[in-house]
Structure formats: structure tokens, C-alpha cells
């Protein structure tokens, strides 16, 4: 067994106080990939916790140019050891180095952090509110105490727990962040943190702005989610562990930002059928199967209604799906996981079109797998037939008629998006008018004549839905500012002397922050 890899912990990599340690596997070989990690104790992380609430009060000294300067250094950092980190992203995760890593994945865990530079130098998140009258002003400001990142298997960059999304959205708003790395890639993980270290010895912000862990106990990650010194957690990944700890995290009083899962329901009217349907059953296959369906974005639910134009798209989607090559999965996990997701979906009523049993890739894999159930079968059992299969599947309801199609929408769990696929002859108009209502208020975000599978880093993007999409419907975890607002709090100030208020709410303007001052939306200076 090669040496125990450190952790980071107040501004030092050093070895840990491990109560066990645990090999990752490269996915394609199945082979331990030749590093050894620590799982930490609950002395270490209390003593993570303590360095992040020490770090937190620093931080709220410094100028945000500093929190901007840093994220800037670190993209820069990244960038410039790319090869490495997305050689040892690839080996953990068997994702491809290109495009998947190097193209696209690395790019945009760049630019989003580039974006939450500018969200820290702007401030605009802050939304200042100043009421002249009454003499009472506010604005958002962190969160007391450091943020805990659990981030998912499925983007070892772009959601990673030091360089992702929750992260960049919790620096970005002030806070300082202890990443739990995920277990499936932690080698990764370690690369990121080694930068954003240099990051902030470049930079001079508090030594443990950022902090790394690789896994705890069950009853550790309680302790930690729902510990009195820690602000708020982000987490991605399974809902059996998600809600786990959840509980642990509201006893406490503690906010937690779960994304858990979503099956992302697609509809495909009559008319958009009998217009192009092999086009959309090419677009359905290509999205479902890409990256072996291991996005929370997959689609995982078609709507369709009975008729031959339906049976000729359920015969071309099954012939893409057996044709098509299979991929390697994330973890043997991953693999188990999509098993025991057919099963359930199978013993509910769902009849096995294509696949449905484990190999047939390079590595942990399974065959691409499509089912089939009539939407009176849905309706009869929609828990178990809304089984999320995280992974190359995806489920195929016939609805009878336009009236039971429109009821499916009624039975469906929150969910990040829904798609609703109609003609350009305005024929499906009527059934669109039935169905996006009801479908609008169970999705995060909802498309037109397009599958869900990008999630474009964007200030307009939501990412979330409601539960078990995620915990809560009032909040992203992708597209800045409004992704930073969840590791706020409004603090309000009452008849505050002018020489104490924030910058931000004084008077004076220099930096040109829209204000909304008594109502109206403004950059101008009061007075």
C-alpha cells in the first residue's frame, strides 16, 4: 500500500488523524489506481471546523477585491497545470481527457470561477436596500463560520468540492469552504486544493480559506453538516445520504443546499412526432447515452401518446440504443446502483425493451437500457416507476390519450428540468397549454423543443427544482450572483450612525452598485 495522501487543514498539508483509509479504483481498469487516502476523525475535522470559523472572521476585514484576486490566481493556477489535473480527473472518473475534461469541463470550471471574481468584485449579489424615511437599511453579507462542499462523482471538476460550483458561489460570498472530496476522485481533488492553496499564500488571504478532507464515518459528516460553527453545506450526490444529512443538519438549524435527483421528464407531442420524429429520437438517444447518462440532467422519462407514429419513435430509439457503443460508469457503485434501479422499475410494471443487465462497456458498465409502460400503469404505481436509474436508461410512458398524458404531469416528484417537444405548425398548441402548467411548477427549468442535458453557465440559469430535486425550491446551485445567496444572510441596520453602515449602504456610492433606495432601482448617490 503506497503512503496515506495528506489533507489540508489550516493552511498546512499534513498527514491526517485517520481512523481508516480507502484506495480509489480507476473505473476502466477496475484497478486501484495506486494512491491511498485518508479517512479522517472526528478530532480533525472539528479542527477544520474551528480553522474555517477563525478564517471566517478574517475574511470579513477584507477588502472583496482580495476574495476576486484570489479566485482570478486560482483559475490562472488550474489552467496552468491543466495536463496533470485532467490526467489524474480522467484515471479516477474514466471520463475522457477530450473533449470531456480538457474541452469543456476544465474550461468551464474556469470560467465559472472567473464569473464568481466578478460577483465578489461587483457585490451586486449584496441587493442593498436603503429606505430614506424610516431610516432602516440592508443587504446580504456571509454567513458566519465555514461551508461544507460535498461534492458529486459525476464532475470531477466542475462540481468538485474546492474548485466547483458550491465552492466558487461560497468564496465568492465570503465564506471559507472545507472540501469533502468526493471518494471517486480524490486524487483530483487533492491537485485542486494544492492550487487554490498557492492561490492564497499568492494572495495573502487567511490560511484556511480552503480546507480538504476525503471522507469521513457517517456519524462524522452528521457532526460536521450540524456543528455550531459551520454556516450553511452544499452537497451533490445520492438522496439516501443527501436527506441523511439533511436530518442532521435541521435539528441543528443549519442550512443545506442538497441537489439529490431528478428523472427530468420529456414530452413529446403528437404533432412534433408526425413532424420529425426520427430527428427527436436521434436527439433523445444521443442525450440520454452521452457520457453513459451519468448527468443529473439525464432524461429519464418520455411521454408519449398512444398511436403508430409513437410505436415507429419507440422502434427508433430501441435501434439507437442497442446500436449505440456502451460506456464506462463512474464507480462499481454506479453500476450496482443502475441494477437495482431496473429491477425496481421492472418489478413496478415496466417492460425491458433493450439491455438491462451489467456489462457490455470497458470497465464498470452497463448495457444502454430502455423500458416501456402504459401511463395507466404509471398512475398506478408513479413512486417506484420515478426510480431515478443515475446511468444509460431511460423510461418510455404511452399515455392512451391526450387526457392522461396531461395527468402524468400531476403525479410527477420535483425534478431540475422538463422538456416539452411540439410542432412548428402551432397543431400541439392546445395540449401544450394543458401540460406546461402543470409541469412548470415540478421543474426547476423548463425547455422547448430541446433536450436538457447542457446546463449552460449562465446568471439566468437555474439549476435546482423542487424536492427530491433538490432541498429546497428557491435556490441554484449554477448561474452567479444568484447562486452566492445561499451562503448569505440579510442583516438589516435601524437608525445605524452613517460612519458605521456598510460601504455598500452609505450615502456615497463610489463603487456604482445598484441600490434600491426607496423603491427604485439605482446607482446614484443619495443626498
Same mark, same amino acid.
Given at each position: 500500500? %503506497?503512503?496515506?495522501?495528506?489533507?489540508?487543514?489550516?493552511?498546512?498539508?499534513?498527514?491526517?488523524?485517520?481512523?481508516?483509509?480507502?484506495?480509489?479504483?480507476?473505473?476502466?481498469?477496475?484497478?486501484?489506481?495506486?494512491?491511498?487516502?485518508?479517512?479522517? %476523525?472526528?478530532?480533525?475535522?472539528?479542527?477544520?471546523?474551528?480553522?474555517?470559523?477563525?478564517?471566517?472572521?478574517?475574511?470579513?476585514?477584507?477588502?472583496?477585491?482580495?476574495?476576486?484576486?484570489? #479566485?482570478?490566481?486560482?483559475?490562472?493556477?488550474?489552467?496552468? =497545470?491543466?495536463?496533470?489535473?485532467? @490526467?489524474?480527473?480522467?484515471?479516477?472518473?474514466?471520463?475522457?481527457?477530450?473533449?470531456?475534461?480538457?474541452?469543456?469541463?476544465?474550461?468551464?470550471?474556469?470560467?465559472?470561477?472567473?464569473?464568481?471574481?466578478?460577483?465578489?468584485?461587483?457585490?451586486?449579489?449584496?441587493?442593498? /436596500?436603503?429606505?430614506?424615511?424610516?431610516?432602516?437599511? %440592508?443587504? &446580504?453579507?456571509?454567513?458566519?463560520?465555514?461551508?461544507?462542499?460535498?461534492? +458529486?462523482?459525476?464532475?470531477?471538476?466542475?462540481?468538485?468540492?474546492? @474548485?466547483?460550483?458550491?465552492?466558487?458561489?461560497?468564496?465568492?460570498?465570503?465564506?471559507?469552504?472545507?472540501?469533502?472530496?468526493?471518494?471517486?476522485?480524490?486524487?483530483?481533488?487533492?491537485?485542486?486544493?494544492?492550487?487554490?492553496?498557492? @492561490?492564497?499564500?499568492?494572495?495573502?488571504? +487567511?490560511?484556511?480559506?480552503?480546507?480538504?478532507?476525503?471522507?469521513?464515518?457517517?456519524?462524522?459528516?452528521?457532526?460536521?453538516?450540524?456543528?455550531?460553527?459551520?454556516?450553511?453545506?452544499?452537497?451533490?450526490?445520492?438522496?439516501?445520504?443527501?436527506?441523511?444529512?439533511?436530518?442532521?443538519?435541521?435539528?441543528?438549524?443549519?442550512?443545506?443546499?442538497?441537489? !439529490?435527483?431528478?428523472?427530468?421528464?420529456?414530452?413529446?407531442?403528437?404533432?412534433?412526432?408526425?413532424? =420529425?420524429?426520427?430527428?427527436?429520437?436521434?436527439?433523445?438517444? /444521443?442525450?440520454?447515452?452521452?457520457?453513459?447518462?451519468?448527468?443529473? /440532467?439525464?432524461?429519464?422519462?418520455?411521454?408519449?401518446?398512444?398511436?403508430?407514429?409513437?410505436?415507429?419513435?419507440?422502434?427508433?430509439?430501441?435501434?439507437?440504443?442497442?446500436?449505440?457503443?456502451?460506456?464506462?460508469?463512474?464507480?462499481?457503485?454506479?453500476?450496482?446502483?443502475?441494477?437495482?434501479?431496473?429491477?425496481?422499475?421492472?418489478?413496478?410494471?415496466?417492460?425491458?425493451?433493450?439491455?438491462?443487465?451489467?456489462?457490455?462497456?470497458?470497465?464498470?458498465?452497463?448495457?444502454?437500457? !430502455?423500458?416501456?409502460?402504459?401511463?395507466?400503469?404509471? &398512475?398506478?404505481?408513479?413512486?417506484? !416507476?420515478?426510480?431515478?436509474?443515475?446511468? $444509460?436508461?431511460?423510461? !418510455?410512458?404511452?399515455?392512451?390519450?391526450?387526457?392522461?398524458?396531461?395527468? #402524468?404531469?400531476?403525479?410527477?416528484?420535483? $425534478?431540475?428540468?422538463?422538456?416539452?417537444?411540439?410542432?412548428?405548425?402551432?397543431?400541439?398548441?392546445?395540449?401544450?397549454?394543458?401540460?406546461?402548467?402543470?409541469?412548470?411548477?415540478?421543474?426547476?427549468?423548463?425547455?422547448?423543443?430541446?433536450?436538457?442535458?447542457?446546463?449552460?453557465?449562465?446568471?439566468?440559469? $437555474?439549476?435546482?427544482?423542487?424536492?427530491?430535486?433538490?432541498?429546497?425550491?428557491?435556490?441554484?446551485?449554477?448561474?452567479? +450572483?444568484? %447562486?452566492?445567496?445561499?451562503?448569505?444572510?440579510?442583516?438589516?441596520?435601524?437608525?445605524? =450612525?452613517? $460612519?458605521?453602515?456598510?460601504?455598500?449602504?452609505?450615502?456615497?456610492? +463610489?463603487?456604482?452598485?445598484?441600490?434600491?433606495?426607496?423603491?427604485?432601482?439605482?446607482?446614484?448617490?443619495?443626498?
Amino acid at each position: 500500500m %503506497s503512503k496515506t495522501q495528506p489533507v489540508l487543514i489550516a493552511g498546512q498539508w499534513r498527514d491526517a488523524d485517520a481512523v481508516s483509509t480507502f484506495e480509489p479504483n480507476n473505473p476502466v481498469t477496475k484497478q486501484p489506481t495506486g494512491e491511498t487516502y485518508p479517512v479522517s %476523525s472526528q478530532s480533525e475535522v472539528e479542527e477544520a471546523i474551528r480553522a474555517a470559523a477563525a478564517a471566517s472572521e478574517q475574511l470579513q476585514q477584507r477588502d472583496p477585491e482580495d476574495v476576486a484576486r484570489f #479566485l482570478e490566481v486560482f483559475a490562472d493556477r488550474i489552467e496552468a =497545470r491543466r495536463d496533470e489535473i485532467v @490526467a489524474m480527473a480522467q484515471t479516477e472518473s474514466g471520463l475522457p481527457a477530450s473533449p470531456r475534461l480538457d474541452g469543456i469541463e476544465l474550461p468551464r470550471t474556469t470560467d465559472q470561477i472567473r464569473q464568481a471574481a466578478a460577483a465578489a468584485r461587483s457585490r451586486a449579489w449584496a441587493m442593498p /436596500t436603503i429606505d430614506t424615511a424610516s431610516g432602516i437599511r %440592508s443587504m &446580504l453579507a456571509p454567513l458566519e463560520g465555514g461551508v461544507a462542499v460535498f461534492g +458529486p462523482n459525476n464532475f470531477p471538476l466542475a462540481f468538485n468540492s474546492v @474548485a466547483g460550483g458550491d465552492f466558487v458561489a461560497a468564496i465568492a460570498a465570503g465564506c471559507p469552504v472545507i472540501g469533502k472530496a468526493n471518494s471517486s476522485h480524490p486524487g483530483t481533488s487533492r491537485l485542486l486544493a494544492e492550487e487554490a492553496l498557492a @492561490a492564497i499564500t499568492d494572495t495573502g488571504l +487567511p490560511s484556511a480559506t480552503v480546507q480538504l478532507i476525503y471522507r469521513t464515518d457517517h456519524e462524522v459528516g452528521k457532526r460536521l453538516v450540524s456543528h455550531p460553527l459551520i454556516g450553511a453545506t452544499g452537497y451533490t450526490g445520492s438522496r439516501h445520504a443527501g436527506l441523511t444529512l439533511k436530518a442532521a443538519a435541521d435539528q441543528a438549524g443549519k442550512p443545506i443546499y442538497l441537489e !439529490l435527483s431528478s428523472i427530468n421528464p420529456v414530452y413529446v407531442l403528437p404533432g412534433a412526432l408526425s413532424e =420529425r420524429g426520427d430527428a427527436i429520437a436521434e436527439d433523445f438517444s /444521443t442525450s440520454c447515452l452521452m457520457g453513459t447518462g451519468q448527468f443529473c /440532467t439525464n432524461p429519464g422519462i418520455v411521454v408519449l401518446v398512444a398511436g403508430a407514429e409513437t410505436d415507429a419513435f419507440i422502434d427508433a430509439v430501441s435501434a439507437h440504443f442497442r446500436n449505440a457503443k456502451v460506456g464506462t460508469m463512474l464507480a462499481a457503485g454506479v453500476e450496482s446502483g443502475m441494477a437495482d434501479s431496473v429491477q425496481t422499475l421492472t418489478a413496478a410494471g415496466a417492460e425491458l425493451l433493450v439491455g438491462g443487465t451489467p456489462g457490455g462497456g470497458e470497465g464498470y458498465s452497463f448495457a444502454n437500457t !430502455l423500458l416501456k409502460v402504459s401511463g395507466q400503469r404509471f &398512475l398506478a404505481q408513479p413512486e417506484a !416507476l420515478q426510480t431515478e436509474a443515475f446511468g $444509460n436508461e431511460s423510461l !418510455l410512458v404511452v399515455a392512451a390519450d391526450l387526457d392522461e398524458a396531461v395527468e #402524468l404531469a400531476r403525479h410527477f416528484e420535483g $425534478n431540475l428540468t422538463g422538456s416539452i417537444y411540439s410542432d412548428t405548425k402551432n397543431s400541439d398548441e392546445a395540449a401544450y397549454d394543458r401540460i406546461a402548467p402543470l409541469l412548470r411548477r415540478k421543474v426547476g427549468r423548463l425547455l422547448n423543443d430541446k433536450m436538457p442535458t447542457g446546463v449552460a453557465v449562465v446568471g439566468s440559469m $437555474n439549476h435546482g427544482g423542487p424536492f427530491p430535486a433538490t432541498g429546497h425550491p428557491g435556490f441554484t446551485a449554477v448561474g452567479i +450572483p444568484a %447562486s452566492l445567496r445561499r451562503f448569505t444572510m440579510l442583516q438589516c441596520f435601524d437608525n445605524v =450612525r452613517p $460612519n458605521r453602515l456598510p460601504p455598500l449602504l452609505q450615502d456615497q456610492n +463610489p463603487t456604482k452598485v445598484q441600490r434600491c433606495v426607496d423603491g427604485t432601482w439605482t446607482e446614484a448617490t443619495i443626498g
